[in-house]
């Protein structure tokens, strides 16, 4: 079902930041609420676009950040919904946090690799979850390489809130730098879109994270479009105008 919403506007980096904020003082969310919330909004959203009768081997690139444990928490649900997660986690966090969410997928068997490059050639489609909104250039090794693999890939890639490389304000690095040949088939926007997703231009835009009030998307003035049902997701348009 693709929506189109009223407004749709964007949220940016500070904002997003701010909002987040919020949302774990007087909104009374807890970090783990949040983080599960919008990974379960990402496993659905793959669900959607890649399904398992397809793409059933997901290898899911994980950052140090919250946008690397949302991808874990995604990763989750994925081996429930009947995929073979592979997990990429170079710069494990030692957050209590994260820590807990590996120790989920170890004791489902789901395998850890750090041989990126024969995992990326045995998987049928990519979760990205490298760098959320805080990202601050520059990338560091070993992600470097990562992004060039995914630059260079011909696998399906959904990335999760921000494709990794990606400024959250402006978008797309500029041709010749780091990232400028990546675009994601599937950008999956947490809460609102921001605004680099203005300039997605693959094939599907989702928008998950449906636990935010109308309240609180007037105060950030953003749309909270109508989600179907009970799902966690819903379809936006992609803007096709360069």
Request: aromatic share 10%; proline share 8%; glycine share 8%.
């Given at each position: 079902?693709?929506?189109?919403a009223a407004?749709?506007?964007?949220?940016?980096?500070?904002?997003?930041a701010?909002?987040?904020?919020?949302l774990?003082?007087?909104?009374?969310?807890?970090?783990d609420?949040?983080?599960?919330?919008?990974?379960?909004?990402?496993a659905?959203?793959?669900?959607?676009?890649?399904?398992?009768s397809?793409?059933?081997?997901?290898?899911?690139?994980?950052?140090p950040?919250?946008?690397?444990?949302?991808?874990?928490?995604?990763?989750?649900?994925l081996?429930?919904?009947?995929?073979?997660?592979?997990?990429?986690y170079?710069?494990?966090?030692?957050?209590?946090?994260?820590?807990?969410?590996s120790?989920?997928?170890?004791?489902?068997?789901?395998?850890?690799?750090?041989?990126v490059?024969?995992?990326?050639?045995?998987t049928?489609?990519?979760?990205?979850?490298?760098?959320?909104?805080?990202f601050?250039?520059?990338?560091?090794?070993?992600?470097?390489?990562?992004?060039?693999?995914l630059?260079?890939?011909?696998k399906?890639?959904?990335?999760?809130d921000?494709?990794?490389?990606?400024?959250v304000?402006?978008?797309?690095?500029?041709?010749?730098?780091?990232?400028?040949?990546?675009?994601?088939?599937v950008?999956?926007?947490?809460?609102?879109?921001?605004?680099?997703?203005?300039?997605?231009?693959?094939?599907k835009?989702?928008?998950?994270?449906?636990?935010?009030?109308?309240?609180?998307?007037?105060?950030?003035?953003?749309?909270?479009?109508?989600?179907?049902?009970?799902?966690?997701?819903?379809?936006?348009p992609?803007?096709?105008?360069?």
């Amino acid at each position: 079902m693709l929506v189109m919403a009223a407004k749709q506007l964007y949220l940016s980096a500070k904002n997003a930041a701010a909002l987040d904020a919020e949302l774990m003082s007087s909104g009374g969310f807890s970090l783990d609420q949040l983080m599960e919330l919008a990974g379960l909004s990402c496993a659905q959203a793959v669900y959607r676009a890649h399904p398992p009768s397809k793409y059933k081997n997901i290898l899911v690139l994980v950052g140090p950040g919250n946008n690397g444990g949302d991808g874990l928490v995604a990763a989750r649900h994925l081996r429930f919904f009947g995929y073979n997660p592979t997990i990429y986690y170079p710069k494990q966090s030692k957050k209590d946090i994260n820590v807990r969410l590996s120790t989920q997928l170890h004791n489902l068997k789901v395998p850890f690799t750090d041989d990126v490059d024969s995992a990326i050639e045995k998987t049928d489609q990519i979760l990205d979850a490298i760098f959320g909104f805080s990202f601050k250039p520059p990338i560091r090794d070993p992600f470097v390489h990562v992004i060039r693999l995914l630059e260079a890939t011909s696998k399906p890639v959904v990335s999760i809130d921000i494709p990794s490389s990606w400024d959250v304000d402006a978008g797309k690095p500029a041709p010749g730098n780091l990232g400028s040949q990546f675009e994601p088939d599937v950008l999956i926007s947490l809460t609102a879109p921001k605004p680099a997703a203005k300039l997605f231009l693959g094939k599907k835009h989702y928008l998950g994270g449906r636990f935010v009030g109308q309240d609180v998307a007037d105060k950030w003035e953003f749309d909270i479009p109508e989600y179907p049902g009970a799902d966690q997701i819903v379809e936006l348009p992609v803007n096709k105008e360069k």
